[in-house]
């Protein structure tokens, strides 16, 4: 399952691209732009101060999953299927379904259609999320279509996957990006829920097969922009062979809507480390002869 097809995106990779968004993620990232892309089933978003309490929702509703309390809906999500049958009902835009469950004929087609712009612009296909390769078969299927059609693919991955399990997939795309938020395996677990062992292991393994990544680390102030976590990626990068480089993401509060949506909490207090703070961290990296840029939220380097 996706949750965006996004068309004509120029900052994931080279040209123009269009980008596939998986749904489903083993991280939860503390400052994820995408929660929607966290569970692997098609959910509801629900924004309820934009509510009217008009009550259609729960006519439509098949699972008793929606109420009216206080002149407002309330959404019982131990209930909800996120079957969308309440969205066409919703005149105030309160609903929106999260899950695309696109045949993948579908997905090769729309690819193929854009193929004369990737050729033109040296762009492509990116595989984004959620996790692409927490999907292997649906993944696999698309890359297969995508080179046959000879169509450039890249994809941005935590890294967090059984390499083994996917390695004739990444066999098939030309450009990696992936991430490793944090070098301290017990802040790596703290903020994100998982341990940074597995995402290492798979850097270096595909630095020794010969693979060139791009190295990604979201910066947020106080969690991730430690001197000991930028020492800590120094130290991995210059053991690598075939590293593309290093690109700095600053935080930004993009995807905070979305969470109030998903009656998930989100810490609003959250920064991205100030412009000089950044500068300086590229500059460390660059003493250390590191390809290190700063990729800003509409994909500007510096
Ligand atoms: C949404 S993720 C999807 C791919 C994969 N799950 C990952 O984390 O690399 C795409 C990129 O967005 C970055 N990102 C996520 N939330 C962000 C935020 N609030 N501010 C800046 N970058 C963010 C991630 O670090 C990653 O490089
Ligand atoms: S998505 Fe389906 S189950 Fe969930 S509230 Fe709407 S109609 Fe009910
Ligand atoms: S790994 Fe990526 S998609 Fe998953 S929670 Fe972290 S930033 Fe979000």
């Given at each position: 399952m996706l949750f965006n097809v996004q068309r004509?995106?120029?900052?994931?990779?080279?040209g123009i691209r269009t980008t596939l968004f998986f749904k489903g993620c083993p991280l939860r990232c503390?400052?994820?732009?995408?929660?929607?892309?966290?569970?692997f089933d098609s959910q509801l978003l629900f924004?309820?101060?934009?509510?009217?309490?008009?009550?259609a929702c729960v006519e439509a509703c098949p699972q008793g999953a929606s109420q009216i309390v206080d002149g407002r809906a309330v959404l019982d999500r131990s209930r909800c299927?996120?079957?969308?049958?309440c969205v066409a009902a919703c005149s105030s835009t309160a609903r929106e379904v999260v899950g695309l469950d696109l045949p993948v004929a579908d997905i090769l087609r729309l690819l193929r259609r854009d193929a004369v712009f990737y050729r033109s612009s040296g762009g492509g296909v990116t595989f984004s999320g959620g996790?692409?390769?927490?999907q292997p078969g649906l993944l696999g299927q698309i890359t297969e279509g995508c080179a046959v059609a000879g169509i450039p693919m890249a994809v941005e991955t935590s890294?967090?996957?059984d390499l083994d399990d996917v390695h004739a997939i990444l066999d098939e795309i030309d450009t990696i990006h992936v991430d490793l938020k944090h070098t301290d395996d017990a802040v790596h677990r703290r903020l994100?829920?998982?341990?940074n062992r597995l995402i290492i292991d798979n850097i270096n393994r595909l630095d020794t097969m010969g693979r060139r990544l791009t190295l990604r680390i979201p910066l947020v102030h106080g969690?991730?922009?430690d001197a000991s976590n930028i020492d800590g990626i120094i130290r991995l990068c210059r053991r690598?062979?075939?590293?593309a480089g290093i690109e700095l993401l600053a935080y930004h509060p993009?995807?905070?809507?979305k969470y109030a949506g998903l009656d998930l909490p989100y810490d609003s207090s959250q920064a991205a480390p100030a412009p000089e703070a950044m500068q300086r961290m590229i500059h460390r990296m660059r003493d250390h002869h590191l390809n290190a840029s700063w990729v800003g939220d509409l994909g500007e380097r510096q």
């Open positions: 004509w995106s120029l900052h994931d990779g080279p503390r400052w994820c732009s995408n929660p929607e892309s966290w569970s924004f309820r101060q934009r509510c009217s309490g008009c009550g299927t996120g079957c969308g049958q996790e692409p390769f927490a890294g967090f996957f994100t829920g998982v341990s969690l991730t922009d690598l062979q075939h590293l993009l995807g905070a809507g």
